[in-house]
Antibody, heavy 125, light 111 residues
Framework: QVTLRESGPALVKPTQTLTLTCTLS??????????VSWLRQPPGKALEWLAL???????YYSTSLKTRLIISKDTSRNQVVLTVTNMDPVDTATYFC?????????????????WGRGTLVTVSS | QSVLTQPPSVSGAPGQRVTISCTGS?????????VHWYQHLPGTAPKLLMH???IRPSGVPDRFSGSRSGTSASLAITGLQAEDEADYYC???????????FGGGSKLTVL
C-alpha cells in the first residue's frame, strides 16, 4: 500500500523550531521523478504550499517563508523532513506532505495525487 | 483571503446535482493555468478528485466532472450521495505570485 505519513510534535512554543517528518511507504525517494511537498492549512483558512524536495536533491521553497524553512531527506529511511524555525502562533496549522505525479520542476504543472492525513501543530506558550 | 474564491458551503439532497465554483483572476485561472480539485474529510488524507481541469483519476466516479471558463472553474457532482459530504478545494497556479494557490474550500452538505 502506498502511503505518506506525517509525524512531529503536536505543540511547540513560540520562537521554537518545528521539525516534521514525512515517512513514505510503498514508494521510494530514490525513484526518478519522485518528489515530496509539504503544505499546511491553518484552521479555517486555505491550504498553503511550503516546500518541495525531489529525488535529485533539488529543493524549492515558498517565497514568503523560505527564510524559515529547511527541507531535507533521508533516503535510507525513506523520509522527508521539514524544519520551520522561529515558530509563531500564526503557524498553527495542520501540516501535510504530498506527492506530485509526473513531477516537473515548473510549479505551474504541480498538483498533488497522494497525501498524508496531516498532523496538527499548535503554537502556544 | 484566498487567491481562489470558493463558496464556504453548498448543499443538496441525495440524487441532486450540485456545483462548486472556484473564482480566480487573470494571473491564475484566467491565464489558462490548469485547475485541480480535492476532496477532504477532516482527519483523513485529502483525495485528488480532478486534475487538468476535467481529468478524473482512476477510481473517481464519473458523477464528478470539472470545467474551466474565463477566470472561473467549477466542480459538478451529479447523483449526490451521502458519502460525498466533505470539504472540496480547488487549486491552480498564479503567475504573479509564482506559486501554487488554493481556494478556501467549500463544505458540501448532503441534506
Amino acid at each position: 500500500q502506498v502511503t505518506l505519513r506525517e509525524s512531529g510534535p503536536a505543540l511547540v512554543k513560540p520562537t521554537q523550531t518545528l521539525t516534521l517528518t514525512c515517512t513514505l511507504s510503498g514508494l521510494s525517494l530514490s525513484t526518478s521523478g519522485m518528489s515530496v511537498s509539504w503544505l499546511r492549512q491553518p484552521p479555517g483558512k486555505a491550504l498553503e504550499w511550503l516546500a518541495l524536495m525531489d529525488w535529485d536533491d533539488d529543493k524549492y521553497y515558498s517565497t514568503s517563508l523560505k527564510t524559515r524553512l529547511i527541507i531535507s531527506k533521508d533516503t535510507s529511511r525513506n523520509q522527508v523532513v521539514l524544519t520551520v524555525t522561529n515558530m509563531d502562533p500564526v503557524d498553527t496549522a495542520t501540516y501535510f506532505c504530498a506527492r506530485i505525479p509526473g513531477y516537473s520542476s515548473s510549479r505551474k504543472y504541480w498538483y498533488f495525487d497522494l497525501w498524508g492525513r496531516g498532523t496538527l501543530v499548535t503554537v502556544s506558550s | 483571503q484566498s487567491v481562489l474564491t470558493q463558496p464556504p458551503s453548498v448543499s443538496g439532497a441525495p440524487g441532486q446535482r450540485v456545483t462548486i465554483s472556484c473564482t480566480g483572476s487573470s494571473s491564475n485561472i484566467g491565464a489558462a493555468f490548469d485547475v485541480h480539485w480535492y476532496q477532504h474529510l477532516p482527519g483523513t488524507a485529502p483525495k485528488l478528485l480532478m486534475h487538468g481541469n476535467n481529468i478524473r483519476p482512476s477510481g473517481v466516479p464519473d458523477r464528478f466532472s470539472g470545467s474551466r471558463s474565463g477566470t472561473s472553474a467549477s466542480l459538478a457532482i451529479t447523483g449526490l450521495q451521502a458519502e460525498d459530504e466533505a470539504d472540496y478545494y480547488c487549486q491552480s497556479y498564479d503567475s504573479s505570485l509564482s506559486a501554487v494557490v488554493f481556494g478556501g474550500g467549500s463544505k458540501l452538505t448532503v441534506l
